[in-house]
């Protein structure tokens, strides 16, 4: 399968791979999250690829997760992340950029299904397809690790699922915190999937349409995925997610001018 690299076929496509100019921050991320780990489990030997051979308890594993989540969120680190390649999203949405408060820390161990949540669009759940999933990795990703993505999946229509409720998974809880769902839409057997795997290296970028399939069942290689899916929207687009869900990231001259204008009607 040839790998969509061309913004430019991002719209009959439904996904690209970009690789980023910029990676200084990358690596201060991917640097912090290790040593993060290292301190929370004391283990001088642990690394983001071997993660599976120290971590085999889900629970612990979780906590884990967690923890460097947090650390995310509470420092803005993923801000960091999109600020320095700044351009890329200037071109495809403009200036007036809000992103993800809280995004999904990805941990998914090999063998461990219980680690992925299979195939879905984003859409299902209230994003909109206006807005973009952005998916960056902290470890080399081959055919056997990598997200799989079913290119024009976004032409197909509505897809048939079954709505149920998870018998592990509670709403607000740790795990839904994480991006695990408590009431997954199953999309239906009937409906074949044509999904195929992206490999990525460190330092490049998936770019997803929250209309297009895709995921991953299991994790077949000998390494760990670490990645983190960031989502990203113009301003001025709406969405179905809850309060607080997006925050501003950056504004443009006339968005500013606008808010002096409004603030000065409204005072």
């Not at 201060?28 to 983001?48: A, P, Q």
């Not at 999203?89 to 161990?109: E, T």
């Not at 899916?229 to 606008?258: C, H, M, P, Q, W």
Request: aromatic residues 12%; contains cysteine.
């Amino acid at each position: 399968m040839q790998i969509n690299t061309e913004l430019n076929e991002f719209i009959n496509e439904g996904y690209v791979v970009q690789s980023l100019e910029n990676t200084n921050f990358l690596n201060s991320f991917k640097e912090i999250i290790l040593e993060t780990l290292k301190d929370i489990t004391n283990n001088k030997d642990i690394t983001l690829e071997t993660f599976h051979k120290f971590i085999k308890e889900d629970k612990e594993k979780l906590e884990i997760q967690y923890l460097i989540s947090k650390k995310i969120w509470d420092e803005k680190l993923h801000f960091n992340l999109i600020k320095e390649n700044i351009d890329l999203y200037y071109n495809i949405f403009g200036k007036d950029l809000d992103i993800q408060a809280k995004p999904h820390l990805r941990i998914a161990r090999p063998n461990c299904p219980q680690d992925n949540i299979g195939f879905h669009r984003d859409s299902q759940y209230g994003n909109k397809a206006f807005e973009l999933s952005n998916f960056f990795t902290f470890v080399d990703l081959d055919e056997n690790s990598a997200l799989q993505v079913e290119a024009k999946s976004h032409k197909r229509g509505t897809l048939p699922y079954i709505k149920i409720e998870s018998t592990s998974v509670k709403k607000g809880s740790m795990e839904n915190q994480l991006g695990y769902l408590y009431a997954p839409k199953l999309i239906d057997e009937t409906f074949k999937i044509n999904a195929n795997p992206i490999p990525l290296n460190f330092g490049q970028v998936l770019i997803l349409g929250l209309g297009t399939i895709h995921g991953q069942e299991t994790n077949s290689s000998n390494t760990t995925r670490w990645s983190i899916d960031i989502r990203v929207k113009n301003s001025f687009s709406t969405s179905n997610v809850k309060e607080g869900y997006y925050t501003n990231l950056t504004s443009s001259i006339v968005s500013k001018y606008a808010q002096e204008y409004y603030k000065a009607c409204n005072d």
